[in-house]
């Protein structure tokens, strides 16, 4: 399950680049590097942050243009005017964002090491077969049919683990639908792609994401298509996959979950493998006690979710062993989404409403 919220950044208000004019930037400025050439250098992870700086720089100043030509079509002058003041705002905005980026990567840098990120995506690691897994995860049950029903302020979201697989680079992934409602309105249909490696790890290996808004007025109403901004896929356009979750979590150890530059770049640390209420204040903040007294018997998993897209804007994630997550925290919002339901486990009828 994504945070809620989605994904923020300046490119809410701009369209982002095509991968395409990112990586050629990438190639680019690596090949005018000192010494004309990237070998001469070992610093690959700062390489990459300074070169994501000049993408997203040069996509906030082209972006402008597009703005401009909006605004100059304005028939009234206030209109016109205050189109044009907003742009250069939003373009302010946009470049200050970038720079924050780049300071949220640089420490990215400082947690996982200056080596490339080329993990090993192997067929031989994982299973084929999701119906006889190897070495199933208790932290991240993917059994075919399995669901979670999940709540929050308006928002409810639907987790299911579909009879449906896809083939990634060679490596057999499970689709796991996620689809978030708000007020009762459809707001985002994902279908995210999980590979099973061998030794228990839960690989993301990608998500098809469309996004939706329902509008005042229309007859009959029903949820519009607005974006696919987030999607991605290992192996296209340079995108890598990520550990979603280790098959043997170590506290304090950080991973990346994902990895398409400028679009999917999200971190998970690892806070806790031995949670159960009342044993670490900071770690109960805005937990419902009676939920974790149910579900962790000083076993759960607690992890720590960032992105350098959206600095700042961390997350604690909270998962019982044979349940999966079954509990997400803003801690900077006092924001709660809590597992409602589930269809698996007999706990699932014993679960407190929120």
Same mark, same amino acid.
């Given at each position: 399950?994504?945070?809620i919220?989605?994904?923020?950044g300046?490119a809410?208000?701009n369209?982002?680049?095509?991968?395409a004019?990112?990586l050629g930037?990438a190639?680019?400025?690596?090949?005018?590097?000192?010494?004309?050439?990237?070998?001469?250098?070992?610093?690959?992870?700062?390489?990459?942050?300074?070169?994501?700086?000049?993408?997203? +720089?040069? %996509?906030?100043r082209d $972006?402008?243009? #597009?703005?401009k030509?909006i605004?100059? =079509?304005i028939?009234?002058?206030?209109?016109?005017?205050?189109?044009?003041?907003?742009s250069r705002?939003?373009?302010?905005?946009?470049l200050r964002?970038?720079?924050e980026?780049?300071d949220?990567?640089?420490e990215v840098?400082?947690?996982?090491?200056?080596?490339?990120?080329?993990?090993?995506f192997?067929?031989g690691n994982?299973?084929?077969?999701?119906t006889?897994?190897?070495?199933p995860?208790p932290y991240?049950?993917?059994?075919i049919?399995? +669901?979670w %029903?999940?709540?929050? $302020?308006?928002? #409810?979201v639907?987790?299911?683990v579909l =009879?449906?697989?896809?083939?990634i680079e060679?490596?057999?992934?499970?689709v796991?639908?996620d689809?978030?409602?708000v007020a009762?309105?459809t707001?985002?249909d994902?279908?995210?792609?999980?590979g099973?490696r061998?030794?228990?790890?839960?690989?993301?290996?990608?998500?098809?994401?469309?996004d939706?808004?329902t509008?005042?007025g229309?007859?009959?109403?029903a949820?519009e298509?607005?974006?696919i901004e987030g999607s991605?896929?290992?192996g296209?356009?340079?995108a890598?996959?990520g550990?979603?979750?280790?098959g043997?979590p170590?506290?304090? =150890?950080?991973?990346?979950?994902?990895?398409?530059p400028g679009?999917?770049?999200d971190?998970?640390?690892?806070?806790s493998?031995?949670y159960g209420?009342?044993?670490n204040?900071?770690?109960?903040?805005?937990v419902?006690?009676a939920?974790?007294q149910l579900?962790?018997a000083?076993?759960?998993v607690?992890?720590r979710?960032?992105?350098?897209?959206?600095?700042g804007?961390d997350?604690?994630k909270?998962?019982?062993?044979?349940i999966?997550q079954?509990l997400?925290v803003?801690?900077?919002?006092?924001e709660?989404v809590?597992?409602?339901?589930? =269809?698996f486990?007999p706990?699932?009828a014993?679960l407190?409403?929120?």
């Amino acid at each position: 399950m994504k945070t809620i919220g989605g994904r923020n950044g300046w490119a809410a208000t701009n369209a982002h680049a095509s991968a395409a004019l990112r990586l050629g930037i990438a190639g680019v400025l690596l090949l005018a590097l000192p010494g004309g050439s990237e070998a001469d250098f070992d610093d690959f992870c700062s390489q990459t942050a300074r070169t994501q700086l000049e993408a997203c +720089r040069r %996509e906030v100043r082209d $972006g402008r243009y #597009t703005e401009k030509a909006i605004c100059i =079509n304005i028939p009234d002058t206030a209109e016109r005017n205050a189109c044009l003041v907003e742009s250069r705002i939003v373009r302010g905005e946009g470049l200050r964002l970038c720079r924050e980026q780049f300071d949220a990567r640089d420490e990215v840098c400082e947690l996982l090491g200056e080596d490339r990120y080329a993990p090993d995506f192997s067929p031989g690691n994982f299973d084929d077969d999701f119906t006889n897994l190897t070495n199933p995860n208790p932290y991240f049950p993917l059994r075919i049919g399995n +669901r979670w %029903e999940y709540a929050g $302020g308006n928002e #409810t979201v639907t987790v299911e683990v579909l =009879n449906q697989t896809k083939l990634i680079e060679g490596v057999t992934c499970i689709v796991v639908n996620d689809l978030v409602k708000v007020a009762g309105k459809t707001k985002e249909d994902t279908d995210d792609w999980y590979g099973q490696r061998k030794d228990g790890t839960v690989d993301y290996c990608g998500e098809s994401v469309t996004d939706f808004e329902t509008f005042a007025g229309d007859n009959p109403e029903a949820a519009e298509l607005v974006s696919i901004e987030g999607s991605w896929k290992t192996g296209r356009d340079g995108a890598k996959p990520g550990i979603r979750l280790p098959g043997a979590p170590n506290v304090g =150890n950080v991973h990346r979950q994902e990895f398409f530059p400028g679009d999917a770049e999200d971190l998970a640390e690892v806070l806790s493998t031995t949670y159960g209420f009342g044993a670490n204040p900071q770690l109960d903040a805005f937990v419902p006690q009676a939920l974790a007294q149910l579900l962790c018997a000083n076993d759960c998993v607690v992890t720590r979710e960032f992105t350098p897209i959206e600095p700042g804007a961390d997350a604690r994630k909270y998962y019982a062993r044979g349940i999966g997550q079954f509990l997400e925290v803003k801690p900077d919002t006092g924001e709660v989404v809590q597992l409602t339901d589930c =269809n698996f486990d007999p706990k699932c009828a014993a679960l407190p409403a929120p």
